[in-house]
């Protein structure tokens, strides 16, 4: 992607858009060797701030797949992160499920041994993987499950940050029906249809909540927050 769409990515830098960074292809994490990892994604993020003229702090993982086999295995790929020079990660489902009981937290920002702040993606529950303000769950999921969830976690978790994502095929309706790579016939299916919704709820969303600058342009202020440590997590 930064290969063949430079001038897209110099676009968007310059309308305002903080450009962060999401691997190279949609695979799982944990398949991936960590010093090509390391490499690769160096590399990658030099060329984004050449490309933009803007730090690139902000890293997201394909298909939230942070390895989570154990807490250590969670703190050094974070330390790692922070060693290329990211400042913060929004990749992490806290639930009980998604991290098979390893810790239960509220959803909230909060720091790894190595500085590192994450981000978490807000989830439909707190025991419920499903990161529910984008992607498909966003366009299938009724307003007013979407709205009652919102304001649940904004009137509990202080330290949370509510943000929604997107892939370009979510809006692109006319497209039709697709075979998208790792996916079977069913869940092609349903990441082909009802695409069209996705425009329709995402001006509804941006008329309906207020939203504050993009994390780059915020890092600082949710920096000096007192955020908790991952260490101190049980």
């Known amino acids: 992607m930064i290969d063949t769409a430079s001038s897209l990515i110099k676009e968007f830098s310059s309308l305002g858009h903080e450009i962060g960074y999401h691997w190279e ?9 960590s010093t090509k990892f390391k490499t690769v994604s160096g590399r990658r993020r030099q060329q984004l701030q050449e490309l933009t003229g803007r730090p690139c702090n902000g890293f997201r993982a394909p298909i939230f797949s942070v390895p989570i086999a154990s807490k250590t295995d969670l703190a050094l790929f974070h330390s790692t992160l922070a060693e290329i020079g990211f400042k913060y990660s929004s990749s992490l489902i806290l639930s009980g499920k998604r991290l098979s009981n390893l810790v239960a937290f509220n959803q909230g920002c909060f720091r790894w041994p190595s500085g590192l702040i994450e981000i978490p993606v807000p ?6 993987a499903l990161p529910f303000l984008g992607g498909i769950y966003f366009r299938y999921l009724p307003r007013k499950i979407l709205n009652s969830r919102i304001n649940s976690i904004r009137a509990a978790r202080p330290n949370a940050e509510l943000w929604t994502y997107f892939h370009p095929y979510d ?12 996916r079977g016939a069913f869940a092609s299916a349903l990441l082909s249809a009802n695409r069209k919704r996705s425009v329709r709820d995402l001006e509804w969303l941006l008329k309906t909540f207020r939203f504050n600058k993009p994390f780059l342009d915020r890092l600082e202020e949710i920096s000096s927050r007192s955020l908790p440590a991952w260490d101190a997590i049980k």
């Open 25 to 33: 292809q949609t695979e799982y994490l944990s398949s991936v060797d």
């Open 123 to 128: 989830s439909l529950l707190d025991k419920l």
């Open 171 to 182: 809006f692109d309706w006319q497209e039709g029906y697709v075979r998208f790579p790792h």
